[in-house]
């Protein structure tokens, strides 16, 4: 778990590219290269911007407009290291209000029983094509990905509007399909629908913004 993302050094962060994709880490030295295991789940926090109230309503920003002030500070992260980030979300603040809600009906015991259930439908469906019961949506090769992530026709129109319109990258195609997947497992369903990647790809368009504010 990374808090403040854009505080760290742009180097470190990017160093993370590699493990990310692959889930090894190549060490690299005069005489020798060495590669070791490192899959890893990357969680990261950050606020919009330096003074961390560029969204908030009525707010100005002494450092100029809002979204330039949040495209300067979330600059710090690189295009690359964005494009291998599957869910973004944001976060407002909480309330007073907010706090004396009462709690959702679905609490954390009831997700971890459905998320299990996802996860065994995974390891039998690619233990099915031959491939080994660890493998899960996340791993699961770009050829294998596209067969049985397949969308349906609505979703496959939705997906190549989306395409243009958020100048997706390949990594961040492929990206989309394991994330609307994984939404179709945990809904029971055999065949990924548009809803499924109509949720995938809102999970990236606070990245699509970023760019066009900066």
């Known amino acids: 778990f990374l808090d403040e993302l854009p505080e760290f050094q742009p180097q470190t962060l990017d160093s993370l590219r590699q493990p990310i994709e692959t889930g090894e880490v190549m060490i690299a030295r005069a005489n020798a290269r060495c590669t070791y295991p490192a899959r890893f789940q990357l969680v990261a926090a950050m606020n919009p911007c330096r003074c961390g109230q560029a969204t908030e309503p009525g707010y100005a920003c002494r450092r100029g407009p809002n979204e330039r002030c949040m495209a300067q500070y979330q600059a710090r992260l690189s295009g690359p290291l964005l494009d291998r980030i599957d869910l973004t979300i944001e976060v407002p603040a909480v309330s007073a209000a907010d706090l004396i809600l009462p709690p959702p009906a679905e609490g954390s015991a009831e997700v971890a029983v459905r998320v299990a259930a996802a996860r065994r439908v995974q390891t039998e469906r690619y233990a099915g094509l031959g491939l080994a019961p660890t493998f899960t949506n996340a791993s699961c090769p770009p050829s294998v990905l ?36 994984t939404l179709a497992d945990l809904d029971g369903e055999a065949r990924v629908r548009r809803l499924h990647l109509a949720e995938a790809l809102s999970y990236r368009s606070h990245l699509d913004r970023r760019r066009v504010a900066a």
């Open 146 to 181: 596209e067969e049985i992530a397949a969308p349906d026709t609505e979703g496959l129109a939705l997906v190549r509007s989306a395409s243009d319109a958020m100048k997706l990258s390949a990594r961040g195609y492929h990206r989309v399909l394991r994330v609307a997947r």
